[in-house]
């Protein structure tokens, strides 16, 4: 089945800079890839996703690219905030398939 | 709208107790999953609703849990016999449609086994 790996588990910026996310996947069929933000007590939450007919995805200060040959997506969140500080969790399905698979999250903290 | 609501949010129970966890998906979505969230890890998929088909059990971990789902909307996740190792955040998500569509979470229900 899908695999899923996600790096870095933690990560500390400084409020203004930038944070990048990574995952990789292991199927090749798999052509959707949400990203969910989970603020402590709370679900999941999407805050982007993207499709594999695409290859960059921009939502404000969050974008997301996609490199299919080398099965890897990222998130890219920009002048950070503190409200940002979340754990941040990459998924992603095949096609026809309903199940998502997602990595094991990353700890984003953002110092004032 | 309203969202997916789960009850209760906390539940503390003696090893060995049944427990029954709710999910109420958002009204119109056909599909409906839960999970399980263990302490620092990533979402473990459970199970899958979709319309009147048969569910996917696939990813229940023992025959001590069950799951059902009446007239397709309100879900139910049971626990039997409940185990120090079954403590774990338990999420329900909905979606409109089959693959590839966003997922709505609920807030969840935190699982503690004594």
């Known amino acids: 089945g899908e695999n899923v790996e996600q790096h870095p588990s933690t990560l500390s910026v400084q409020e203004g800079d930038s944070a990048v996310i990574k995952c990789t996947y292991s199927?090749?069929?798999?052509?959707?890839f949400p990203w969910y933000k989970q603020e402590l007590g709370k679900g999941p939450q999407l805050i982007i996703d993207?499709?594999?007919?695409?290859g960059e995805k921009k939502d404000q200060r969050i974008a997301v690219t996609l490199n299919k040959t080398a099965k890897h997506f990222s998130l890219h969140i920009t002048e950070t905030q503190p409200e940002d500080s979340a754990v941040y969790f990459c998924?992603?399905?095949?096609?026809?398939?309903?199940?998502?698979?997602f990595g094991k999250g990353t700890k984003l903290s953002v110092i004032p | 709208g309203a969202g997916v609501s789960q009850s209760p949010s906390n539940k503390v129970t003696e090893k060995g107790k049944d427990v029954e966890l709710r999910c109420d998906p958002i009204s119109g979505h056909t599909a409906l999953y839960w999970y399980r969230q263990s302490l620092g890890q990533g979402l473990e998929f459970l199970i899958y609703f979709q319309g009147n088909s048969a569910p996917d059990k696939s990813g229940l971990p023992s025959d001590r849990f069950s799951a059902e789902r009446t007239g397709g909307s309100v879900s139910t996740l049971t626990i039997q016999r409940t185990q120090q190792e079954d403590s774990a955040v338990y999420l329900c998500?909905?979606?409109?449609?089959?693959?590839?569509?966003?997922?709505?979470f609920g807030p969840g229900t935190r699982l503690t086994v004594l």
């Open positions: 998924a992603s399905s095949g096609a026809g398939s309903y199940q998502l698979t």
């Open positions: 993207i499709r594999s007919n695409v």
């Open positions: 199927d090749s069929a798999s052509n959707y």
């Open positions: 998500a909905s979606s409109l449609r089959l693959a590839g569509n966003e997922q709505f």
